[in-house]
């Protein structure tokens, strides 16, 4: 709907903002080390939901395909940076003893729910109009990242009290 409603084209191409968005992600893959170098896991955060926010509101406010793709270029690169900080993040926040359980919850969230997302995106487009349903998915980034920092603090609370009930049991 995106470049048929909003942009008065044919949906043929839509092609240029497919490619624009995994040229985006691409770079993202390639440059995910010396960025995790350079900053923190939470910076990194940061930086790739708030690529995603900035691209999903310039898509929006564009009205022309050029713009929309050098726009879509964000999107992707901020998606290919935030899969790996994620990961990263929980690896690091999950005691031994949960990680298997955090991780494989990740990845059903991750891999399990896109098609759920893909669709229920397209439907709001189809319902309202295409730039006010993209306002409204540009929240999803910022969520996300509230519900790492929350994840990660009831991660760290449970390991916590779990390690004292452990080192009392292990003292008697």
Known sequence: PLVERTL???????????????????????????????FSSNRLL????GLQALGVVGVAMSSL???????????????????????????????????????????MFHLGLRPLFSWTAGALAS?????????????????????VAKAGQAIREAHEAAVPATSASVGN
């Open 8 to 38: 008065d084209l044919p949906v043929e191409r839509a092609g240029l903002l497919v490619t624009a968005y995994s040229i985006g992600a691409t770079i993202g893959l390639l440059t995910f080390n010396a960025l995790e170098r350079r």
């Open 65 to 107: 395909l050029t713009s929309s793709a050098l726009l879509a270029a964000p999107i992707g690169l901020g998606f290919a940076l935030n899969i790996p900080a994620l990961s990263a993040a929980l690896q690091l926040m999950s005691p031994d003893e949960y990680l298997g359980r955090v991780m494989s919850m990740f990845s």
């Open 127 to 147: 319902l309202i109009d295409v730039r006010l349903a993209l306002a409204v998915f540009v929240v999803l980034p910022l969520f996300a990242l509230r519900l």
């Open 46 to 49: 940061i930086l790739a939901f």
